[in-house]
């Protein structure tokens, strides 16, 4: 089998029809050699559970669940996930991952967060992880990577995220932030959450940090914000990278998916029940 990454949820609908698609993601990856099952992200319900079992995906063999920022629509799903699995797994998040995060909708405050404390991890008998280091090796050829410099100067920082310190709303850096790069004999797979920090910031770091090509990426950009400028510089960066898959779905927006999909050719959307192998 060598490296598997089926999309047990995404906002998009592949296939099987009787698949239930939602506003969230998650990713099951796993590993032949030395056998791991890695659970990135976990949706905003149980319905990427339930999505399993009609892919024959046997979730109680995972290992580690990583969770790449604390965004109710790819944190939401940990509770069921215990309530059905229990709590024999590792779970790793980064800095930052607990503060209370909100969204600024036209002056009101809607509550953006994860649906479970530190409190409810310790009742549970979690082994919890921060990630802190740039990049940190959590199985054989499979990292994660935090601490992305905000280097490209047309990524800038969304001014409707906002985290809450007890007193006061400050803008949201995003330092939580993890995503997943496999190295496979091809190159690197890298997997997004959300690409808060910018994607080409997040890009960027992967290629400074590892000395293979990246083969593939897949996930979510946040391009759905992004305006014409923007959007055109980041596909303009993007066919530089002489990528051989590129399977954006998720918070990337119904304008840059089509925008990808005229100038891109090795586009494809990467949608609820997609299966990816790679050769280790």
């Known amino acids: 089998m060598g490296t598997k ?22 990713f099951l990856v796993e590993i032949e050699t030395p056998r791991t099952q890695i659970l990135f992200d976990t949706g905003q319900s149980g319905n990427f559970i339930y999505n399993a079992g009609l892919l024959n995906v046997d979730l109680a063999q995972t290992d580690k669940i990583i969770i790449s920022h604390g965004h109710y629509d790819h944190s939401g799903g940990l509770k069921a996930f215990v309530q059905t699995f229990g709590s024999g797994f590792e779970l790793l998040v980064g800095t930052g991952f607990f503060t209370p995060k909100y969204g600024k909708n036209d002056g009101a405050w809607e509550d953006l967060g994860n649906n479970f404390d530190r409190e409810y991890l310790v009742q549970k008998g979690i082994q919890t992880t921060i990630i802190k280091e740039d990049k940190k090796e959590i199985s054989p050829g499979v990292y994660a990577l935090t601490n992305f410099p905000r280097t490209c100067k047309f990524e800038k920082t969304n001014t409707r995220f906002y985290t809450y310190n007890g007193q006061n709303y400050e803008l949201d850096r995003f330092t939580d932030e993890v995503v997943i790069v496999l190295e496979v004999k091809a190159g690197l797979v890298v997997l997004l959450g959300c ?22 990426i897949i996930g979510g950009t946040h391009l759905v914000e992004a305006d014409d400028r923007r959007l055109a510089r980041t596909c303009q960066y993007l066919q530089g990278l002489n990528l051989s898959l590129l399977g954006i779905s998720h918070c990337t927006g119904e304008k840059a998916t089509e925008y990808l999909k005229k100038t891109e050719e090795r586009f494809f959307l990467n949608s609820t029940g997609t299966s990816l192998v790679f050769e280790s």
Not at 6 to 25: Q, V
Not at 195 to 216: D, M, Q, T, W, Y
Request: charged share 20%; with cysteine.
């Open 5 to 26: 990454i089926t999309t047990l949820i995404e906002d998009s609908l592949g296939g099987p029809l009787a698949l239930r698609n939602e506003h969230g993601l998650s």
């Open 195 to 216: 690409s808060h920090p910018g994607l080409v910031n997040i890009i960027e770091a992967v290629r400074s940090r590892f000395s293979k090509p990246i083969h593939c």
